[in-house]
């Protein structure tokens, strides 16, 4: 059964650093990309940062500079380094896989992770 991990959240001063993992199990296909997403009580989900099978990047304008995402593909796990931490950072952090075929795409959610930034 498909299956993400997620490790890495918690409680962290502004200013500091965190650094989550999220493992994927169970998926017999390609990867096509790997990302993080966040969402606050009440407001939609959004993108943090994503990562392309071939390495390609992508993160939300207030992240960058501060955050890095890398993943292994041998291990199908990707990373998200945060640093630079502020209280608007506090969320809860959700791994997102995307698997890409020909006419559709087939996606799973791990099951957050929450990450506070103290003031």
């Known amino acids: 059964q498909e299956q993400l991990v997620e490790s890495g959240g918690g409680l962290v001063q502004a200013g500091g650093s965190l650094r989550l993992s999220c493992s994927a199990s169970?998926?017999?296909?390609?990867?096509?990309?790997m990302g993080w997403y966040r969402q606050a009580p009440g407001e939609q989900r959004e993108m943090v940062a994503t990562?392309?099978?071939?390495?390609?990047?992508n993160y939300k304008d207030s992240v960058k500079g501060r955050f890095t995402i890398s993943r292994d593909n041998a291990k199908n796990t990707v990373y998200l380094q945060m640093n630079s931490l502020k209280p608007e950072d506090t969320d809860v952090y959700y791994c997102?896989?995307?698997?890409?075929?020909?006419?559709?795409?087939?996606?799973?959610w791990g099951q957050g992770t929450q990450v506070t930034v103290s003031s």
């Open positions: 169970g998926i017999i296909f390609s990867i096509y990309a």
């Open positions: 990562i392309t099978r071939d390495g390609r990047t």
């Open positions: 997102h896989v995307r698997i890409r075929f020909a006419e559709h795409d087939l996606d799973y």
